[in-house]
């Protein structure tokens, strides 16, 4: 069993290194594929930028009624209040109100078959009511083959069962909604169909700079399982950055100076063994503090954390109590929510248990 895991994490590993390494040819296949059945497609550099396309093809002067359907709705849209109406998404769902806007994000694109992947999603049900529906999908989360979907789902475990199931719906063309006749003869049908507008928007979100770190590319294989913020040691204490948050953003060259880096990672290697698609934060995160180990403007106290972190091994052997306080005070004592969970440990100081780690593998 245990080898057959370690095989889809590698095989899983492949699928994400021949989408991210050919990026550029396989995102003009896809949208020239999603051209030709009539989905428009737009680039999309920064979320100011989609925000304001979105309210530009809005139909109406003022009140268009909007659904978000996507983790985090765009800060752009709150300033729009007069111009948008927002249909909460259980209203939606439930029937209880109707949207003529929809913007949801995709899961997956697949290049070959020019179709957009949808997990979980509360709207997908809803299609049908449309006028207008928005996709935002991100230009790394997309996949060359279908077939390779079926292992990235499985190691993903968002759904249980095969990806024809009722938490996933594929569309490979808009989607039509009903529209019913005002008048018709007695035989025909009431309704007719019309497929309603549908953008799809490549969204860059700073993606395109982190392709061209050949260290950081790496991150960029990441399939949103949230696996690796579930064990992170830090991450449940400070609730700040999963760890593909800190090494993606945090790492990054205009971050340097409010660097976070060193506060946030202990170096457990808890995220390496979780992650199905095999990036090796450790390794990247070492990387990292190398190279800003060298800037001038790095505080000191970050090159002792860092220093300590090569100890860790060491670390993880102060096991009396007393040993433990002093270490804990001398070398975290200026950051409280780290003080209080090493202070909290019981066992090892930064791994998780056995039996954890098995459970979330
Ligand atoms: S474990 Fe983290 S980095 Fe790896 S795929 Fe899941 S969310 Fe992305």
Known sequence: MHSDLQYLKTRANFIRFSY????????LAFESRLSSKNIKVR???????????????MPKANYNKICFDCPKIPDGFFEKKNFIKQISIDAFEKNNDSAENLV???????????????????????????EKIFIILNINDLIIRQNDLETLLFLQKKVNKSFQS?????????????????????NEDNYTLEKIEA????????????????VLRETLYCIN????????????????????????????????RNIKLFENTTLCGNCNEVCPVQINFTQLIINQMQ???????????NMDIFKVFFKRSKMNKVNSKMR???????????????????SGCKENFFNISQKERHQKL
């Open 104 to 130: 949801v994000q995709a899961d997956f694109g697949i290049v070959e078959t020019g179709s957009i992947i949808f997990i979980n999603k509360n709207s997908k049900n809803c299609f049908n009511n449309l």
């Open 324 to 342: 433990r306080y002093f270490f804990i005070r001398k070398y975290f004592g200026k950051n409280k929510k780290l003080t209080n969970y090493f």
């Open 166 to 186: 009722d938490d996933i719906k594929i569309i490979s063309s808009p989607p039509s909604r009903i529209i019913a006749k005002k008048f018709q003869m007695s």
């Open 20 to 27: 991210i390494e050919e990026m550029e040819k396989h995102l």
């Open 225 to 256: 399982c949230k696996k690796c913020k579930e064990v992170c040691p830090v991450y449940r204490q400070t609730k700040e950055f999963s760890p593909i948050e800190l090494v993606k953003y945090h790492c990054r060259e205009e971050n340097m």
């Open 43 to 57: 680039w999309m550099m920064e979320e100011a930028e989609m925000v304001d396309f979105i309210c530009k093809s």
């Open 291 to 301: 190279k800003f180990s060298k800037r001038s403007h790095l505080h000191e106290k």
């Open 199 to 214: 953008y799809v928007l490549l969204y860059d979100n700073g993606i395109t700079e982190i392709l061209e770190d050949n």
